[in-house]
């Protein structure tokens, strides 16, 4: 099994990990006897939506939301019309007291089309069941989407939780310059006050994305 016709078209088909380890994990979610979310379609939405040229900023998180309706393949997006997980209401509080505005509903997909790359550490888990995939190799991909990134060119490294931040030893030096690095606890209501608040990640990349002599990221939509 190769990649997915999506991810090679994005310029990721490329990295090891779809040769080494995906055939194994497709055929593990085949094997799942309940509902596995993203669904299937979605699975590999974050890289399909932001080519691999196109990344400047990077979220990571962990794994996608474990109820149903909520994941869409984006970390930390949900469909328009979706009430707004827990973990995205705290983002979006951090953002109204970093830039005073947010977005009108949970859908983060202006993020990924300006080049924010939405990522978890892994792409799936079983519907009701945080966590239970995170021990199947996803975040060898993540090491790997984070070393491609790094290597190319300067980039934002938003690492929200401390999986994200493990997986955040595969960044690596840029050809010139250096990263925007920002490690915080997950926006998480376990973690959230641990951290996460009064980051100021938005401002933040903003202003280092101004100081490159880029577009900042329109946050608010």
């Given at each position: ?45 974050a ?26 393949g ?11 997980p ?43 069941a ?17 070393a ?19 997986v ?7 050809p ?9 606890a997950h ?6 006050r ?6 100021r990640?938005?401002s ?18």
């Amino acid at each position: 099994m190769s990649a997915p016709a999506e991810v090679v078209a994005a310029g990721w088909g490329h990295l090891p990990f779809f040769a080494r380890d995906w055939p194994g994990i497709a055929a593990r979610l085949a094997s799942e006897p309940g509902p596995v979310l993203p669904p299937e379609a979605q699975r590999f939405a974050a890289l399909a939506l932001t080519p691999v040229e196109a990344v400047r900023v990077v979220i990571l998180g962990q794994d996608p939301y474990p109820t149903p309706g909520h994941a869409n393949g984006l970390a930390f997006s949900v469909a328009p019309g979706v009430a707004l997980p827990r973990s995205l209401a705290n983002i979006y509080r951090e953002m109204e007291g970093d830039i005073g505005a947010r977005p009108a509903d949970g859908d983060l997909s202006h993020w990924a089309r300006q080049g924010v790359l939405l990522l978890n550490t892994a792409l799936s888990v079983p519907a009701g069941a945080a966590g239970a995939h995170a021990k199947w190799g996803w975040d060898r991909l993540a090491a790997e989407v984070l070393a491609e990134v790094s290597a190319r060119r300067r980039a934002a490294f938003l690492l929200w939780g401390a999986h994200a931040q493990k997986v955040g030893a595969a960044i690596v030096a840029p050809p010139a310059g250096a990263h925007l690095r920002i490690e915080t606890a997950h926006p998480s209501p376990l973690s959230a006050r641990r951290g996460f608040f009064g980051s100021r990640p938005f401002s933040r990349v903003n202003a280092w994305l101004a100081a490159q002599g880029e577009v900042p990221v329109d946050w608010a939509g």
